[in-house]
């Protein structure tokens, strides 16, 4: 017998907020998928550091982004702008931070199991 699961993050299983910012969880088909809304001024290094207690964000990222500007800088010094509609796959070692006065707004179905997650 097939089966599916149909979910909306009008009502997530889990929500998380940081200054500047939220992930909502959805957890479906025993693996969850992430809602990230970051508002302009959050900054990984600024607001998120200090939960995850590591210099970069080790967290690996498939996302999908649907608003704003979200700026980007690899370990290795490489930096970029992901923008609406496009893809990013991220490796762990990456800071990252909103780009102008609207909302960044990313689903990510790899880094946002652990995201901003108290220990």
Avoid: N
Wanted: with cysteine; proline share 5%; aromatic share 10%.
């Amino acid at each position: 017998m097939t089966t599916f699961d149909h979910r909306d993050f009008q009502k997530p299983d889990e929500v998380r907020e940081f200054d500047c910012g939220q992930v909502e969880l959805l957890r479906i088909d025993s693996r969850e998928v992430g809602r990230l809304t970051l508002k302009p001024g959050w900054r990984w290094s600024t607001h998120v550091k200090p939960i995850a207690g590591t210099d970069l964000c080790e967290a690996p990222h498939f996302q999908y982004h649907v608003s704003g500007t979200l700026r980007i800088r690899m370990a290795d010094g490489t930096e970029f702008d992901a923008t609406p509609g496009q893809v990013t796959s991220l490796p762990e070692g990456h800071d990252a931070w909103v780009v102008g006065d609207e909302d960044v707004v990313v689903v990510d179905w790899w880094g946002a199991t652990h995201y901003a997650e108290h220990q």
